[in-house]
């Protein structure tokens, strides 16, 4: 109740609680204005999602994310992004090997955004990718995992609510990546490498390949290919909070 009284606050400016606003068939007074400002600020709240992004591995991830910018994570350390609903074509990502000086400025050898800690666009390849979109069709969220920009760190996505089962790639796709697709601090996807049609890389009929399978062998629920979509798009009810894990 306190909660309440605080934010109806923010909306009853000072000596203005017995102001009305007429008009010749209406009478609004500030109290229901308040009430009508908090009732659609709470149904935004509800609709938002809390990304809680927590670094599990034995060494530092730099966390990426669109929208949200930049985090260094340290072993054991966690980053909280509210994220409002209606939000699309968004992702979280692992970097690494990471250097920034204290503007910001440096570069990553994997998953690097143009050299920025406050990432403003995606990273580049091989980095794995927890991707999303709010309040979609029908008010489901729709989430994956991808290695179509390659594999960097192992991740779960997870969410907390909802009844929704959890996703994740946390094989060792580094120690075993096909020498042809192999970068530092990472394997690439086929696309980073051939950018041709048979790896489905430009617009086209396309299927999996050796090389998809590969990825996709060893982690299942992850898009291995830009056509995957049947077996890794998966959805939650709009308002759904998530977990994202690197070193699950």
């Not at 192992?154 to 796709?173: E, Q, W």
Request: hydrophobic letters at 30%.
């Amino acid at each position: 109740m306190q909660l309440l009284h605080t934010i109806l606050g923010l909306y009853k400016p000072a000596g203005l609680l017995s102001l009305s606003i007429s008009t010749p068939k209406t009478t609004m007074t500030t109290s229901t204005l308040s009430t009508f400002l908090l009732l659609a600020l709470l149904f935004h709240s509800t609709n938002a999602a809390v990304f809680t992004i927590r670094n599990n591995c034995p060494y530092t991830v730099w966390a990426g994310a669109v929208p949200g910018g930049g985090q260094q994570l340290n072993s054991g350390q966690v980053w909280t992004l509210n994220v409002p609903a209606g939000t699309k074509q968004a992702r979280i990502w692992p970097r690494t090997g990471c250097n920034f000086d204290g503007s910001g400025r440096g570069r990553c050898q994997t998953g690097d955004c143009n050299g920025l800690l406050q990432c403003q666009n995606f990273g580049q390849p091989p980095n794995t990718l927890a991707e999303y979109a709010l309040n979609q069709f029908n008010n489901l969220d729709f989430f994956d995992i991808s290695v179509i920009d390659g594999f960097n760190v192992p991740l779960a996505f997870n969410p907390t609510s909802g009844g929704c089962r959890g996703i994740s790639c946390t094989a060792d796709i580094n120690g075993q990546c096909p020498s042809q697709l192999r970068a530092p601090g990472g394997c690439n996807n086929p696309c980073t490498v051939y950018k041709t049609d048979q790896y489905c890389c430009n617009s086209g009929n396309c299927g999996p390949t050796d090389l998809s399978r590969f990825f996709k062998t060893r982690c299942p629920d992850a898009y291995s290919y830009p056509k995957d979509d049947p077996t890794s798009t998966f959805t939650c009810p709009g308002g759904t909070n998530y977990n994202v894990v690197f070193c699950p």
